[in-house]
C-alpha cells in the first residue's frame, strides 16, 4: 500500500495562493493515479482534481477550473496543488487520495489510499 501526507495549508488571504504537497512513501507512486478533495465543515467531500499517473492527463472541478492546477513529480513521489486567487470559499480541508487500478475518478470512493489532510483557510 501507498502512505500519503499533505502539507502546505495555512492561513492566507483572498486573493493569494498556496501550493498543497502530497508525499508518497510504500509502493511506488508513479502506479497511481492521485486526486485533490476537500471537505468544509459541515459539508461533504468535495472533489477538486486528478491527475494521472504518468501525469499526463489531468482534471478539475468547476469551481477552481483556471485557478487551481494540479502536477506531479514522480521522482520525488509528490503531487502538487497549486492553488491561485483562492477565495473564502475555498477554505476547508484538503486530502489526497491514490487509486491504483483504472484511471482517476470523480468520487471520494474511486480512491484506495488516503492522507490526512490539511487545512486551508483563506479570510475576506
Known amino acids: 500500500q501507498v502512505q500519503l501526507v499533505e502539507s502546505g495549508g495555512g492561513l492566507v488571504q483572498a486573493g493569494d495562493s498556496l501550493r498543497l504537497s502530497c508525499a508518497a512513501s510504500?509502493?511506488?507512486?508513479?502506479?497511481?493515479?492521485v486526486g485533490w478533495f476537500r471537505q468544509a465543515p459541515g459539508k461533504e467531500r468535495e472533489f477538486v482534481g486528478a491527475?494521472?499517473?504518468?501525469?499526463?492527463?489531468?482534471t478539475d472541478a468547476d469551481s477552481v477550473k483556471g485557478r487551481f492546477t494540479i502536477s506531479r513529480d514522480n521522482a520525488k513521489n509528490t503531487v502538487y496543488l497549486q492553488m491561485n486567487s483562492l477565495k473564502p470559499e475555498d477554505t476547508a480541508v484538503y486530502y489526497c487520495a491514490a487509486k491504483r487500478f483504472g484511471r482517476y475518478g470523480r468520487s471520494w470512493y474511486d480512491y484506495d489510499y488516503w492522507g490526512q489532510g490539511t487545512q486551508v483557510t483563506v479570510s475576506s
Open positions: 510504500g509502493r511506488t507512486f508513479s502506479n497511481y493515479d
Open positions: 491527475i494521472s499517473r504518468s501525469g499526463g492527463s489531468t
